[in-house]
């Protein structure tokens, strides 16, 4: 059976006069991608260019909500009720699909961003919070996450799943990401970087911080742009993938099965 797997990036996340990323670059080798919705980054002009030229380049188009944190990036924990956490979340998905309907497609999918999107994978009243909100909106929307409480609370209910690898992220023993405050949290070499991914999609494992092979699902791959290098690794990432005989295709026909 052919392997697949999907393509995702984070986009969008400039705010104003702002840039962040190459995203015209990336766009190219994406088949999906993660949009700020306004609360970490984006605004509505950066949101209107970043989903017209996902149209243009037949990417799929996902909500990348976050805590409303714009001067950290959403990077920081915020002390956000349940409740508070759901309805920001429903907020910026909608923002994003009035975007997405004006240009002629709908959001596909949503992918918790940054602070918001660890600590999902860890409490439980975060987790049902955002499959609340998804759920009430759209439940053809795919969630996006690490394997943890959203992935599970979103199974539970009866939504689809995506499997999320970062494989420039390290990760601890217990499956979750080493905190960005600590070092090591990012790996910077490019060829770790495309061997790790390599085993993510073919081998379904990633080693831990501690030696590790831990076992992943890993129906899309977390590329980055916004970084020196990043352009390059992610090209040399989606063609070292290919000459595996992976096969690079939607997330729905992933989850499917049905490849291109």
Do not use: W
């Not at 001067?71 to 997405?100: N, S």
């Not at 070499?189 to 993510?200: G, I, Q």
């Not at 590790?212 to 970084?227: E, I, N, Q, R």
Request: glycine share 10%; charged share 25%; with cysteine.
């Amino acid at each position: 059976m052919t392997l697949m797997v999907d393509l995702v990036a984070d986009l969008g996340e400039g705010f104003g006069a702002y840039t962040m990323g190459d995203d015209e670059s990336l766009l190219e080798m994406l088949t999906s991608a993660n949009v700020a919705c306004g609360f970490h980054a984006g605004d509505p002009r950066i949101m209107d260019a970043t989903v017209r030229t996902c149209v243009e380049n037949r990417v799929a188009v996902g909500a990348h909500p976050s805590f409303p944190d714009l001067v950290g990036f959403g990077r920081r924990a915020m002390d956000l009720t349940p409740e508070e956490v759901r309805t920001d979340v429903l907020y910026q998905i909608g923002a994003l699909q009035a975007f997405a309907v004006a240009h002629g497609t709908r959001v596909r999918h949503v992918a918790p961003h940054g602070r918001l999107g660890n600590l999902v994978a860890v409490r439980a009243d975060y987790a049902r919070a955002v499959v609340d909100a998804v759920a009430a909106l759209d439940e053809s929307l795919i969630i996006l996450a690490q394997d943890g409480e959203l992935a599970d609370a979103a199974r539970a209910r009866g939504l689809r799943v995506g499997i999320v690898g970062i494989a420039d992220r390290a990760y601890r023993d217990d499956g979750t990401l080493v905190p960005r405050s600590e070092p090591g949290a990012v790996i910077h070499d490019a060829d770790e970087v495309a061997r790790r991914t390599l085993r993510m999609v073919t081998e379904g494992v990633i080693r831990s911080v501690d030696g590790k092979d831990l076992p992943v699902a890993c129906d899309t791959v977390l590329l980055h742009g916004d970084s020196p290098g990043a352009i390059a690794l992610a090209g040399r990432i989606r063609e070292e993938l290919l000459a595996a005989g992976v096969e690079i295709t939607s997330l729905d026909k992933v989850l499917s099965g049905t490849g291109a």
